[in-house]
């Protein structure tokens, strides 16, 4: 039996690179701002979902597969798997599921980057890839992005300095295309040209999350590229363009199915749940509603983007479901005082303001919601 006298107990501590980490800023939720400033609903336009209900397959997949959920799912996802290697004309041993992009992201970290080697990126880009370095104990190498100009492009990938930084220690790169949170995209001749000066023995990741919503054709399917290239992989998901945010789905195409093998090796068992697996498939089926939808998404998309720029904001072309209003110090105010007229939108500190395309009444609703905030803030026209 342990001495129950008081003596100085050794205190639990979290690894040094784990209580280092920002803490995880949730989205506001739509129900609860609309509560707390007592408006019927509020928009969010956060978090890069489609504003569409489920598509009716995934409903029914989803109704059909219940009855199976005391059972735990195929670990291999074997029918996805295939449905997905059909889709993309690849072998089904060049794919990997994870439960969300994200949590494939963090699989291709633990199966690649040991303590003190790095992972290199274009900075502003994807949250997760700095954290996820900082947790595997590795160290990041950001490329600034190059600046765009107001009206045209907004800020893109440097991917001559990107080259140029990585070193012996990189194992992994991330280009994220098109970027969140800027919508930009590069075309094919510099990333070819990227993927040619990067060493064979360091893996290139293309996120591909908004894949579904380039419309440019200068802008590389990711997957056609990876083609003869085993250094190569492409991170697709189904929570943006396939609409099953909710049930976390996404996977890696590999050139080499060694790649793949090593993300499947760190998949945590059964995370891709059977619900999940049935939904995704329902969606690959239905890719004809989901091409139709996304057509209406980037319709809006030039339409919000021209009723940005007739208020004077420099918004940039954007190839993915979210523009980007480049406001830099007067960011958080505009997202706050967005809030406080019941839209939900995704502010980057004293860079921009990252906003969902969505319906054209929702995207109505957040345009009159700014015209009322540029009008009744002292400095007028948030222009950058
Ligand atoms: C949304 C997103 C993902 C993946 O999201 P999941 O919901 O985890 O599949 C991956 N990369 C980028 C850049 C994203 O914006």
Redesign the pocket.
Known sequence: MRPTALRRSPVVSARPAVAAMPAYRPGRNAADLAREIGVPTAVKLAS?ELPFPPLPAVLAAIAATAAETTRYPDNGAAVLTRALADRYDVAPQQLALGC????V?QQLTQAFVDPGTSIAFGWRS?E?YPLLAQVAGGRTQQVPLVPGTPGGTADTFDLTALAAAVDETTRLVFV?NPN?PTGTAVRRAELETFLDAVPADTLVVL?E??REFVTDPGVPDGVELMRGRPNVAV?R????AWGL?GL???YLIAEDPAVADAVRRTLVPFSVSSLAQAAAVAALASEDEVRERVAAVTTERTRLTAALRGRGIGVADSQANFVWLPLGERTVEVAAALEARAVITRPFPGEGLRVTVGSPAEDDVFLGALDDVLTSTAAGVAGA
């Open positions: 890069n969300g992009a994200v949590t992201c994807f997760m994220c969140n996120d999350a908004y991170l998901t189904f929570s943006k945010a976390r789905v996404g």
